[in-house]
């Protein structure tokens, strides 16, 4: 699991960082938020923990910046206690808040339950929307633009994997092992950019710059859109 943290009290970072990291987790730490917009959009993140007090602007207004790219789960880490922080930070996006000074303890649970409760709804939710493609788990049936998408098993499951992983990078090992249940030699590299190519053309609307599934070179390939789950 990926982190993301802006904090610009260095001491309160580096112990943040040693302590996320001891319980597994990936940090990416920025101080800043023109350091932090830079690396935020390099990566993808599974949640982030902002700061709202800092030298070059506040924790709220990259909230609002994350909102327009991401669904990730927004923790406020902040001094401002009161009432009317407490909500401002919940209503313009984020799902909870730590007030300083805090035991690290506290802050690894509530990380911990936060991307259970994610984990748990991505498991229970029926529908995967992307713009005006939909995914209908119960039904196992794709529509794009309100036409039914005719998809084989295989493509089927290809698609449900992309979508329920947007914005992170699957290798083509891990996609193989994954929709041949863990037995890759049924399938091979060359078979899957088959089944990639003929997904792209039930979905995407130019083929030669597709922009759902994308390829990242030597890697795999990526969900490039943002997904809703209901």
Do not use: H
């Not at 529908?127 to 295989?154: H, P, R, S, W």
């Not at 060359?190 to 039930?202: D, F």
């Amino acid at each position: 699991m990926k982190i993301f943290l802006l904090e610009d009290d260095d001491a309160l970072a580096l112990g943040m960082d040693f302590s996320l990291k001891a319980e597994g987790f990936s940090v990416t730490r920025a101080a800043l938020i023109e350091e932090g917009t830079t690396l935020f959009n390099k990566e993808t993140f599974d949640l982030a923990i902002l700061d709202i007090t800092l030298p070059d602007g506040n924790g709220y207004d990259f909230c609002k910046y994350i909102r327009l790219k991401s669904n990730i789960p927004i923790i406020f880490l902040t001094a401002l206690d009161d009432e009317v922080n407490v909500v401002l930070g919940l209503e313009i996006g984020g799902d909870d808040y730590i007030s300083k000074p805090f035991r690290i303890r506290e802050l690894i649970s509530r990380i911990k339950a936060i991307l259970r409760r994610v984990e748990n709804k991505s498991n229970v939710c029926d529908l995967l929307v992307c713009e005006d493609l939909e995914l209908n788990k119960k039904t196992a049936i794709v529509t794009n633009n309100g036409k039914e998408v005719f998809l084989t098993a295989q493509e089927y499951k290809l698609l449900l994997m992309f979508m329920n992983n947007e914005g992170r990078v699957l290798g083509r090992d891990l996609i193989l092992d994954s929709i041949s249940e863990g037995t890759s030699a049924f399938m091979d590299s060359n078979t899957l950019s088959v089944y990639i190519k003929r997904i792209r053309e039930k979905i995407e609307k130019d083929l030669k710059n597709p922009e759902f599934i994308v390829t990242v070179r030597g890697l795999g390939y990526k969900w490039n859109k943002t997904v809703i789950k209901r």
